[in-house]
């Protein structure tokens, strides 16, 4: 296989520890992928995403087809090339962009024919050709065309939904010709627990590396997406990587974690950072309020990130943002991925030595906001 997992602890059910190997490096699971939408995390260059200690980027297919195309980026030497980033990369298909994002689109059972956000400029995408492009952007971990229901749905377009997936699937690896990088199928079925676990019985017939659970923050509420996950997750291989899709907040991580995820992605720490919120340990820090005005404190004193261990304090990084300065969008960028690389160390940490639980119930009081939110941002980073 082009990647190997490793589970060092837990099983199918509850929190695991893991190390993933990819042809671009090695690292602890669970983990949490900055998302890089158009072959860049925003305003952070490589070098600095080493030093906050990532690991593994997403890049966003439907993004880079349209621009620059695969054809430059192969051109380059593929995505680690193109963007001089030498971890591991994950991309996905697209599907859910093509989905929310295109102006117009028609949805078939060979693939899907849409229209750019960008121009309005007609594509077609079908398994065949997701898989192609994923091929020449040359990540490590590519990710098949699926199809992602709206929430809510009727039973019936999410039955389609479901059958649609796992032809695509089939039809994708059968595309495959690249032997070094690692295929995951995508479990769908909403919200419904029967439909779930038909999805994940064929899905996990056909013996890839990884298993993604998709479909999921895309509107519905905290309690559903718990539940499914419990559902869902004890019926994927105990020995593959799972990924829940668009999920990458700490009350999130942590209740996913609880229930058998290895893997996290989501546009939202960044996003936030950029509109000048900030995570620090007792929660979610808002810059823009008056209070931080004349706050000449850091964002977090416990933190080595630049905006933090180089004294800028939440009165001049209020400014900056107030400002649009981009020097504050930056260091804000920055000190959340920070923030998120530590959790995860932390959350780590924790199942380890065996006080999961306690962390659990700490992050859940200091970071769950009540009546929950949309973390999966269709429009990426």
Request: proline share 6%; hydrophobic share 40%.
């Amino acid at each position: 296989m082009a990647i190997r997992f490793t589970l060092l602890e837990g099983g199918a059910a509850g929190p695991r520890l893991g190390r993933l190997e990819t042809p671009h490096g090695a690292f602890d699971t669970p983990v949490f992928m900055p998302v890089g939408t158009q072959a860049t995390v925003k305003s952070v260059s490589p070098a600095e995403l080493y030093q906050v200690g990532v690991d593994i980027i997403l890049a966003n297919t439907y993004h880079l087809y349209l621009r620059p195309g695969p054809e430059i980026i192969a051109a380059a030497g593929g995505l680690h090339g193109f963007m001089r980033w030498d971890g591991s990369i994950l991309t996905d298909s697209g599907g859910f962009q093509v989905f929310s994002l295109a102006a117009l689109r028609d949805l078939d059972d060979d693939g899907v024919t849409f229209r750019s956000h960008i121009d309005g400029s007609a594509h077609r995408f079908t398994p065949e050709k997701v898989i192609a492009i994923e091929e020449a952007l040359g990540a490590d971990i590519i990710m098949p065309l699926d199809d992602c229901p709206p929430h809510p749905a009727e039973r019936s377009r999410i039955e389609a939904a479901v059958e649609r997936t796992v032809r695509w699937l089939e039809r994708a690896v059968r595309a495959r010709e690249r032997a070094d990088q690692a295929l995951f199928g995508i479990v769908q079925g909403g919200v419904l627990a029967d439909l779930r676990a038909q999805c994940a019985r064929a899905v996990t017939s056909l013996d890839l590396e990884g298993y993604a659970i998709g479909g999921l923050s895309v509107g519905e509420s905290f309690e559903e997406m718990t539940a499914t996950l419990a559902a869902t997750a004890p019926l994927l291989p105990v020995d593959r990587p799972r990924y829940l899709m668009g999920v990458g907040t700490p009350d999130y991580i942590v209740e996913a974690v609880a229930r058998g995820i290895d893997m996290f992605d989501c546009v939202m720490p960044t996003r936030m950072a950029r509109n000048g919120t900030v995570f620090v340990p007792g929660g979610r820090l808002v810059l823009r309020h008056a209070r931080y005005a004349d706050d000449l404190e850091p964002l977090d004193p416990g933190c080595d990130c630049p905006a933090c261990a180089g004294g800028f304090s939440r009165a001049y990084l209020r400014h900056l943002i107030r400002a649009r300065e981009v020097l504050g969008l930056r260091l804000t960028t920055i000190h959340n991925l920070r923030f998120l690389t530590r959790f995860m160390e932390d959350l780590r940490a924790s199942i380890a030595e065996g006080r999961f639980e306690s962390f659990r119930r700490s992050v859940l009081a200091r970071f769950r906001r009540p009546g929950g939110e949309d973390h999966h941002e269709a429009g990426g980073s």
